[in-house]
């Protein structure tokens, strides 16, 4: 199982970027699968999921910004963030579990990681 993360880079203040993260050998059916990311200094923090059965869920302050989504075949997932700020400034790793996840924001529920993609937010 291994999980692989690209679309990061840098952006300007208000930009858009797209993430994606790609099972590599196998598909995400029946997968729960989040986005966590982690600021210099800073804990790694839940900030959207998608559990095994299509709900979305995402941090309450990010809400408005996030759109989480899968392709029909379950094998990339992409975290959709608009108006980037610099405080999103932080390395992005998604993050999977077969079936549920007990909490989706809890780095603990997860047993598969991706290396991680950094975003940089900066004029």
């Known amino acids: 199982v291994q999980l692989v993360e690209s679309g990061g880079g840098s952006v300007q203040p208000g930009g858009s970027l797209t993430l994606s993260c790609a099972a590599s050998?196998?598909?995400?059916?029946?997968?729960?699968i989040a986005w966590f990311r982690q600021a210099p200094g800073k804990e790694r923090e839940g900030i959207s999921s998608l559990g095994h059965d299509g709900t979305p869920y995402y941090k309450d302050t990010m809400k408005d910004r996030l759109t989480i989504s899968i392709d029909p075949d379950k094998i990339t997932v992409y975290l959709r963030m608009n108006n980037l700020q610099p405080a999103d400034t932080a390395v992005y790793y998604c993050?999977?579990?077969?079936?549920?996840?007990?909490?989706?924001?809890?780095?603990?529920?997860?047993?598969?990681w991706g290396q991680g993609t950094q975003v940089t937010v900066s004029s």
């Open positions: 993050a999977a579990i077969r079936r549920y996840a007990l909490f989706w924001y809890s780095v603990k529920s997860y047993d598969h």
């Open positions: 050998g196998f598909t995400f059916h029946d997968y729960s």
